[in-house]
């Protein structure tokens, strides 16, 4: 994607928060009037960013596959490095026994190592997956609503007495605190 500059979704979240707490309330309510293009010209550029997220996932995925081959292919060259050597030094005494055992004892704790390094790296990808699923979906509610709510804008309808923008703006607030990139009010 030459020439394309990459968005990130929490900035355009915070747009269409901007967007929101800066549009004119309606007397006697706690309704706002938007610029129906300016909130449709965030979620088309949310559409645009969520499969750049995606990749970033996808990306993270194979740099963990690909450091846990590389540290099965070190643990493999560390213990053909130590039979050799064992080997080459070691005649077919007590002593050849000895390194022999040694040599299983490095070859179970690389594998063990490798282990606990896949382990690792596997912890941390679902972590971040989940940490990506959860903040999506939560997106995902605040895009509806602000659909939902421009739709019955748009029929002449009331937003639902149930959800009032104020607590689909709180849901906008609450994505945007977990990840850390809440800008403080002014």
Known sequence: ???VVPIDILQLVDKL???LENSKRLPLSRMVVVDEDAV???IDQLRIALPQEIRQAKELQLDRD??????QREAGEILA???AEAIRQISESDLFRAA???ADAILRAAQQEAESIRAGADEYAVAKLRELANWVAELEVVI???LNTLEGRSAGGEADEGEQPDERLGAVRI???RNGTRRPRS
């Open 100 to 102: 022999e055992a040694r």
């Open 40 to 42: 449709l010209n965030i």
């Open 81 to 83: 490095q130590a039979r």
């Open 17 to 19: 928060e901007e967007l």
């Open 1 to 3: 994607m030459r020439g």
């Open 144 to 146: 509806r609503n602000g």
């Open 66 to 71: 690909r450091c846990i081959g590389d540290a």
């Open 175 to 177: 994505a945007a605190s």
